[in-house]
């Protein structure tokens, strides 16, 4: 029973540790979709975060928080487009830019405002979005496997992470499903097709780094007001890297990029319960390469070891209209 | 007409430009200094102050140069065939294993110059081994390369954060880092340098690296625009289409060109591990890779242009610490700040300017 308890809780802390990568890469999968690399995520995560801090901890509102997250992720986002698509700048150094940008404003606005070295003050309980106990939850945790899994794994998370996993099915109806997914899947293959059937590619991809930016603003107000109850200095920890790691790792298809941040998730939890433990005939071993795997499995599957991640075709190039 | 296709003269394209996307960089990480409630100008003269005023500031300036000459011409390389080679940061971090293995290895036996080439190659040749996957990748099985360095940075930190911890850290110490360098290990100060001026060093770890940096900008100009290599690898970035055309060999060059540029950023290495702290250190490198593509931007990847733009960086860096000191409401992270403003203005938004620039030149040469 010992074995399945700490099974439990690894599988309770996987489904933490994937929410904002499951965010991220489902907004990072928008915008590549669409034929921009977006190395910016990591900044738009750190960015929101600190907004969705500052304004919780300002109005104890949490959904002012969301508001604020998400805000200015798209801002960001609009920014990384006038670079991107409007001047056909590098995307890449775009998206590095804005990085740095919200790496340094974070931590000196922080500092200004609450003079905790970057910290910001810790936002009060209604300015969370706290645990949901769901129907039940307390009577079945008795029953012997599913009850614990219920109570601990299914239950008892909070709203923004039942979002996450509905995010999953409604990013794959808008890309497969509506007209606008269809537009936006063409336009990150070959733009000059979809230019010529009358459609700006410009307003196209902008409306793309929008819903790019709103994904990536649940993702750092999770981490900020969901996940814990301040923003910390530096608290995305290149996990903006990770989720674009899950999104090739899952060829930029929405379903798979789910299983690809619970896969990471479930590494970065395995690593966490790991650290000082050995492991029966192998010995101790070490955490870094659990914290390495993501990466290496990526550049395993670049590699084309693993199946072939092809990258939507017009990806990285900026649209310059025939005349 | 479109303004994309107007050529504009040299000074403009390469001076006037750049400077007023410095100029929009700074004026926007001024308007961030006034939103917290300090001027901005008060600001830059303390900085300027902090980073010129003494022999020691510039000591400490032309140190943070130094490093970010390296990394600078690691990326510049890189782009000239057409690369974002975002790992640099990696790059030079396991070029510090190299440069320390040997140090540490020569430091009981023979003076610092003995030690010194040994130490150069072994920085140079473990930055290039951490560039050689992501090239190979790039070269022979189409991975993009910016996803493939930045998957390595990651990758060569929690690599050296296990030989930090496991192997290299001294028994009893809590400090992942290795032991100090004895003198044989360490390179000497540049105190004379600064004396030839009339200032004194003080503790500003400036060091011999900062002329093998010299040197290197050289040699980098040698092999970009006096070299056949150098000219197969500005074919290749200027049309990799064109360049297998004409005979070149795309997965040789890109190799080559990512050897070298990952060789330049181990470089980086000797600075901070055997010029500064004498020993190897938990994240060294502290962002410097990053600021090579700052730099490597402004400096439109010219050796010359490179050294500027590493000055103009050096004094960010020392200016800005020293600003942290008089004026505490400013975290050394607005350093951060402007580097992200620079990257933006002077990279991203490099074209935003230059309609603009085309009707002014046209309305002045009255066309």
Same mark, same amino acid.
């Not at chain 1, 590619?201 to 990536?216: D, E, H, S």
């Not at chain 2, 022999?55 to 140069?65: A, M, P, S, V």
């Not at chain 2, 050096?314 to 620079?342: C, H, K, N, W």
């Given at each position: 029973m010992?074995?399945?308890?700490?099974?439990?809780?690894?599988?309770?802390?996987?489904?933490?540790?994937?929410?904002?990568?499951?965010?991220?890469?489902?907004?990072?999968?928008?915008?590549?979709?669409a034929?921009?690399?977006?190395?910016?995520?990591?900044?738009?995560?750190?960015?929101?975060?600190?907004?969705?801090?500052?304004?919780?901890?300002?109005t104890?509102?949490?959904?002012?928080?969301?508001?604020?997250?998400?805000?200015?992720?798209?801002?960001?986002?609009?920014?990384h487009?006038?670079?991107?698509i409007?001047?056909?700048g590098n995307q890449i150094?775009?998206?590095?830019?804005?990085?740095?940008?919200?790496?340094?404003?974070?931590?000196?606005?922080?500092?200004?405002?609450?003079?905790?070295?970057?910290?910001?003050?810790?936002?009060?309980?209604?300015?969370?979005?706290?645990?949901?106990?769901?129907?039940g939850?307390?009577?079945?945790?008795?029953?012997p496997?599913?009850?614990?899994?219920?109570?601990?794994?299914i239950?008892?998370?909070?709203?923004?992470?039942?979002?996450?996993?509905l995010?999953?099915?409604?990013?794959?109806?808008?890309?497969?499903?509506?007209?606008?997914?269809?537009?936006?899947?063409?336009?990150?293959?070959?733009?000059?097709?979809v230019?010529?059937?009358?459609?700006s590619?410009?307003?196209?991809?902008y409306?793309?780094?929008?819903v790019?930016?709103?994904?990536?603003?649940?993702?750092g107000?999770?981490?900020?007001?969901?996940?814990?109850?301040?923003?910390?200095?530096n608290?995305?920890?290149?996990k903006?890297y990770i989720?674009?790691?899950?999104?090739i790792?899952?060829?930029?298809k929405?379903?798979?990029?789910?299983?690809?941040?619970?896969?990471?998730g479930?590494?970065?939890?395995?690593?966490?319960f790991?650290?000082?433990?050995?492991?029966?005939?192998?010995?101790?071993?070490?955490?870094?390469?659990?914290?390495?795997?993501?990466?290496?499995?990526?550049?395993?599957l670049?590699?084309?070891?693993?199946?072939?991640?092809?990258?939507?075709?017009?990806?990285?190039?900026?649209?310059?209209?025939?005349? | 007409?479109?303004?994309?296709?107007?050529?504009?003269?040299?000074?403009?394209?390469y001076?006037?430009?750049p400077?007023?996307n410095?100029?929009?960089?700074?004026?926007?990480?001024?308007?961030?200094?006034?939103?917290?409630?300090e001027?901005?100008?008060?600001?830059?003269?303390?900085l300027?102050?902090?980073a010129?005023?003494?022999?020691?500031?510039?000591?400490?300036?032309?140190?943070?140069?130094t490093?970010f000459?390296?990394?600078?011409?690691?990326v510049a390389?890189?782009?000239?065939?057409?690369?974002?080679?975002i790992?640099?940061?990696?790059?030079?971090?396991?070029?510090?294993?190299?440069?320390?293995?040997?140090?540490?290895?020569?430091?009981?036996?023979?003076?610092?110059?003995?030690? !010194?080439?040994?130490?150069? $190659?072994?920085?140079? #040749?473990? &930055?290039?081994? +951490?560039?050689?996957?992501?090239?190979?990748l790039? =070269?022979y099985?189409?991975?993009?390369?910016?996803?493939?360095?930045?998957?390595?940075?990651?990758?060569?930190?929690?690599?050296?954060?296990?030989?930090?911890?496991?192997?290299?850290?001294v028994?009893g110490?809590?400090?992942?880092e290795?032991?100090?360098?004895?003198?044989?290990g360490?390179?000497?100060?540049?105190s004379?340098l600064?004396?030839?001026?009339?200032?004194?060093?003080?503790?500003?770890?400036?060091?011999?690296?900062?002329l093998i940096?010299?040197?290197?900008?050289?040699?980098?100009?040698?092999?970009?625009?006096?070299?056949?290599?150098g000219?197969?690898?500005?074919?290749?970035g200027?049309?990799?289409?064109a360049?297998?055309?004409?005979?070149?060999?795309?997965g040789?060059?890109? !190799?080559?060109?990512?050897l $070298?540029?990952g060789? #330049?950023? &181990?470089?980086? +290495?000797?600075?901070?591990?055997?010029?500064?702290? =004498?020993r190897?250190?938990?994240?060294?490198?502290?962002?410097?890779?990053?600021?090579?593509?700052?730099v490597?931007?402004?400096?439109?990847?010219?050796p010359?242009?490179i050294a500027?733009?590493?000055?103009?960086?050096?004094?960010?860096?020392?200016?800005g610490?020293?600003?942290?000191?008089?004026?505490?409401?400013?975290?050394?992270?607005?350093?951060?700040?402007?580097?992200?403003?620079?990257i933006?203005?002077?990279?991203?938004?490099?074209?935003?300017?230059?309609?603009?620039?085309?009707?002014?030149?046209?309305?002045?040469?009255?066309r």
């Amino acid at each position: 029973m010992e074995y399945f308890e700490i099974f439990v809780s690894i599988l309770g802390s996987t489904i933490r540790l994937s929410i904002p990568l499951l965010f991220t890469a489902l907004a990072g999968l928008f915008s590549e979709r669409a034929g921009i690399f977006d190395i910016g995520l990591e900044g738009k995560m750190l960015a929101s975060a600190f907004a969705a801090a500052c304004v919780a901890y300002w109005t104890g509102d949490a959904w002012a928080g969301l508001g604020a997250g998400i805000l200015i992720s798209i801002a960001f986002s609009l920014l990384h487009g006038f670079a991107s698509i409007t001047n056909r700048g590098n995307q890449i150094v775009s998206g590095v830019a804005l990085n740095f940008v919200a790496a340094g404003v974070t931590v000196v606005l922080g500092q200004a405002w609450f003079n905790q070295g970057g910290r910001t003050g810790q936002v009060p309980p209604e300015g969370r979005f706290g645990a949901i106990i769901l129907p039940g939850a307390d009577m079945m945790r008795d029953v012997p496997f599913i009850g614990p899994i219920y109570a601990n794994v299914i239950s008892g998370n909070n709203l923004l992470t039942y979002l996450a996993f509905l995010m999953v099915p409604a990013s794959w109806w808008v890309l497969y499903r509506t007209r606008f997914g269809l537009r936006l899947r063409a336009v990150g293959e070959n733009p000059g097709a979809v230019d010529t059937a009358g459609i700006s590619v410009t307003w196209l991809r902008y409306r793309a780094l929008i819903v790019t930016g709103f994904l990536a603003g649940f993702a750092g107000t999770y981490l900020s007001i969901a996940q814990s109850a301040a923003f910390i200095n530096n608290m995305s920890a290149g996990k903006g890297y990770i989720a674009l790691a899950a999104l090739i790792f899952a060829k930029w298809k929405p379903v798979p990029v789910m299983f690809a941040c619970l896969l990471f998730g479930f590494l970065d939890a395995f690593a966490n319960f790991m650290q000082g433990k050995s492991m029966p005939l192998i010995g101790e071993v070490p955490v870094q390469i659990f914290q390495a795997l993501p990466y290496i499995l990526t550049c395993i599957l670049l590699a084309g070891f693993i199946g072939v991640a092809r990258p939507p075709k017009a990806g990285g190039v900026p649209y310059t209209k025939e005349r | 007409m479109s303004t994309a296709s107007v050529p504009l003269p040299a000074w403009i394209n390469y001076g006037v430009i750049p400077l007023l996307n410095l100029v929009l960089a700074f004026f926007f990480s001024g308007l961030v200094v006034w939103a917290i409630g300090e001027n901005p100008f008060e600001a830059l003269k303390l900085l300027l102050i902090g980073a010129l005023g003494r022999g020691e500031g510039i000591g400490f300036t032309l140190f943070y140069t130094t490093s970010f000459i390296f990394t600078g011409l690691s990326v510049a390389v890189a782009v000239h065939a057409g690369l974002f080679n975002i790992g640099s940061e990696g790059q030079a971090y396991l070029g510090g294993l190299g440069a320390a293995l040997v140090a540490l290895a020569l430091d009981h036996y023979v003076p610092w110059y003995v030690t !010194m080439p040994f130490a150069v $190659i072994g920085a140079a #040749l473990f &930055g290039a081994a +951490a560039s050689a996957i992501p090239a190979w990748l790039q =070269a022979y099985r189409g991975s993009h390369i910016v996803i493939t360095t930045i998957m390595f940075n990651f990758i060569i930190s929690s690599l050296m954060n296990y030989v930090l911890v496991h192997i290299l850290i001294v028994p009893g110490k809590m400090a992942p880092e290795s032991r100090t360098l004895l003198p044989g290990g360490q390179l000497p100060k540049l105190s004379w340098l600064i004396e030839m001026f009339g200032g004194k060093l003080g503790a500003a770890p400036l060091n011999v690296s900062f002329l093998i940096a010299l040197v290197m900008c050289f040699l980098v100009w040698v092999l970009i625009w006096r070299t056949r290599l150098g000219y197969e690898i500005r074919t290749l970035g200027v049309s990799p289409s064109a360049a297998s055309y004409a005979g070149i060999r795309y997965g040789r060059i890109v !190799m080559i060109t990512m050897l $070298i540029s990952g060789g #330049l950023a &181990g470089m980086m +290495a000797l600075n901070p591990v055997m010029g500064a702290s =004498a020993r190897l250190q938990i994240e060294f490198v502290g962002g410097a890779g990053f600021v090579g593509i700052a730099v490597s931007l402004m400096g439109r990847n010219h050796p010359v242009g490179i050294a500027l733009a590493a000055l103009l960086f050096g004094i960010l860096y020392q200016g800005g610490a020293e600003l942290s000191f008089d004026m505490p409401a400013i975290t050394r992270d607005m350093i951060v700040v402007i580097q992200g403003m620079v990257i933006l203005f002077a990279g991203a938004l490099e074209y935003m300017l230059r309609p603009a620039m085309v009707r002014l030149y046209q309305a002045a040469r009255g066309r």
